[in-house]
T-cell receptor
Framework: GDSVTQMEGPVTLSEEAFLTINCTYT??????LFWYVQYPGEGLQLLLK?????DKGSNKGFEATYRKETTSFHLEKGSVQVSDSAVYFC?????????FGAGTRLTVKP | DSGVTQTPKHLITATGQRVTLRCSPR?????VYWYQQSLDQGLQFLIQ???????AKGNILERFSAQQFPDLHSELNLSSLELGDSALYFC???????????????FGNGTRLTVT
């Protein structure tokens, strides 16, 4: 079945560093792809999405491009802040349900 | 605020007991999803309802059951609880029946269940 694999954490960066969190997927059809973020003590929040190949989702300085040729949807941010510390989940949606990756914990130090 | 309300926020109970978790979806959303989040297994999809009917089933144990009522709120019932059932249980809602690009999931803040 469809699945999502994302890089294991935790990831620790200094403020203003460049962030990449890798995500690859396996799907038989043409899924939509998402990044969700979970701040401490809260539920998941949609960060960005892309619904077809070559689409770029962006929000709050984060961006990810739907790459069909490499079946990837890597999350990037040019300059992270302490407030970006959270757990990031890559997710895939097909006709049946939403499948999440295992999550990557990001800690940004001042 | 996602608009999804989950109660209670915390629940502590003993092994063998039964509990009910409640979820009110975002206004206008017809679909409700339940997920279990534990430290070692990440976010596991349990079950989905759309407009009162079961739409999809994931890794839900037979000891667990759920339903969606006519007013669209949903309840997740966990029975014969075991220590390993301790986890965060999230409810999410969406407008449509599937988590498509036009209908992403909106999550509640979860219910933390501790089984002692």
């Amino acid at each position: 079945g469809d699945s999502v694999t994302q890089m294991e954490g935790p990831v620790t960066l200094s403020e203003e560093a460049f962030l990449t969190i890798n995500c690859t997927y396996t799907a038989t059809g043409y899924p939509s792809l998402f990044w969700y973020v979970q701040y401490p003590g809260e539920g998941l929040q949609l960060l960005l999405k892309a619904t077809k190949a070559d689409d770029k989702g962006s929000n709050k300085g984060f961006e990810a491009t739907y790459r069909k040729e490499t079946t990837s949807f890597h999350l990037e941010k040019g300059s992270v802040q302490v407030s970006d510390s959270a757990v990031y989940f890559c997710a895939l949606s097909d006709d049946n349900d939403m499948r999440f990756g295992a999550g990557t914990r990001l800690t940004v130090k001042p | 605020d996602s608009g999804v309300t989950q109660t209670p926020k915390h629940l502590i109970t003993a092994t063998g007991q039964r509990v009910t978790l409640r979820c009110s979806p975002r206004s206008g959303d017809l679909s409700v999803y339940w997920y279990q989040q534990s430290l070692d297994q990440g976010l596991q999809f349990l079950i989905q309802y759309y407009n009162g009917e079961e739409r999809a089933k994931g890794n839900i144990l037979e000891r667990f059951s759920a339903q969606q009522f006519p007013d669209l709120h949903s309840e997740l019932n966990l029975s014969s609880l075991e220590l390993g059932d301790s986890a965060l249980y999230f409810c999410a809602s969406s407008v449509e029946g599937t988590g498509t690009g036009n209908s992403p999931l909106h999550f509640g803040n979860g219910t933390r269940l501790t089984v002692t």
